[in-house]
């Protein structure tokens, strides 16, 4: 247990027995439901085998890893385990989040089902206003389900990867200096943005990298008509399809979605005319619309949500 740790955090998870708790579901079940203060959970260094659930009630949580290499939360569950019907990819995260003002540090969060099993979900988050920061979400098909609409979700300084759609769902996320590295020939996003959202995900900042033998991926396809996709100022591998987009064999949604980029480099960022003629290149002011303040706060934030309003303002 790191030093210090029991004196600076409400609860300490540790599976060797010394902490306030071996298991990281017993001790958000042993949080205060709604409370009036931000609960924090140190997790010490550890590999601790089981699906968690940040509930709903379980609003305000802190959860910091001891280190991000060594923290790790794992399961191998995946769309084929159990027959929950079609909706079974929704059954088979890792960890979920539920609960709003949730933020986690430090930790990795993996699903080792393998790439051979359809979907398996590491994490899983349709609360509002959540922060991840230094965090790895490990994974093949579906490893991270951004999701919840009217969610927001800021990613800080992350890793992401997986092979198809590993980056999926209705929230609004904006991913800052992460890499998001692909394990196959697929598809980094699958987003479905609700209508009446004005962004979905976006990628500020960020490195696509792959496997060595990944060759064409492409940033992303439509699961909803909808689909707002944007990455900025991020290095793109050479592993990045030329066209950039795919409409999901449905070019009657090449109407409806929004596919953008800005100042991108690297290989993969090749001039505009190469990418399908259905997405777009911003312009310097059109990008300003995407910044972090603007994707992620509303008025309110600073009234109640001061925590929230600190990460995502500095």
């Not at 979900?121 to 098909?141: I, K, P, S, W, Y």
């Not at 992350?158 to 092979?163: K, L, Q």
């Not at 290149?281 to 619309?289: D, F, M, Q, Y």
């Amino acid at each position: 247990m790191a030093p210090g740790a029991r004196e600076e955090y409400d609860y300490v998870v540790d599976a060797d027995g010394s902490g306030d708790y071996e298991s990281l579901q017993a001790a958000i079940d042993g949080a205060k439901s709604f409370p009036r203060d931000r609960v924090s959970i140190f997790v010490a260094d550890g590999v601790y085998d089981e699906k968690v659930t940040v509930h709903a009630w379980n609003t305000e949580v802190d959860l910091v890893g001891e280190s991000v290499e060594n923290t790790i939360v794992t399961y191998d569950d995946h769309f084929d385990r159990v027959d929950r019907g079609r909706n079974s990819t929704f059954f088979t995260y890792t960890m979920k989040v539920c609960g709003n003002d949730f933020t986690a540090r430090n930790l990795t969060v993996r699903n080792t089902a393998g790439p051979d099993v359809g979907q398996a979900v590491a994490l899983h988050v349709e609360a509002d206003r959540t922060a991840f920061e230094n965090c790895r979400f490990l994974g093949d098909q579906d490893t991270v389900y951004a999701a919840g609409e009217g969610s927001r979700q800021y990613f800080d300084d992350c890793y992401v990867e997986g092979t198809t759609d590993f980056v999926f769902g209705g929230a609004t996320a904006v991913f800052e200096d992460c890499d998001i590295h692909s394990k196959a020939d697929s598809y980094v996003t699958a987003a479905s943005t609700p209508p009446r959202e004005p962004f979905g995900y976006v990628f500020d900042d960020c490195t696509l990298t792959a496997d060595p033998d990944v060759s064409e991926v492409y940033l992303g396809r439509p699961w909803r008509d909808h689909a707002h996709v944007a990455f900025l100022r991020s290095e793109l591998g050479e592993h990045v399809h030329p066209a950039g987009w795919h409409n999901w064999s449905r070019p009657d949604v090449e109407e409806t979605v929004t596919y953008a980029e800005y100042d991108n480099g690297g290989p993969g960022a090749v001039d505009a005319d190469e990418r399908v003629s259905w997405s777009e290149e911003l312009t310097r002011s059109e990008a300003e619309r995407y910044a972090r303040e603007n994707v992620l706060l509303r008025e309110d934030d600073r009234e109640y949500a001061q925590n929230w309003y600190r990460i995502v303002a500095q």
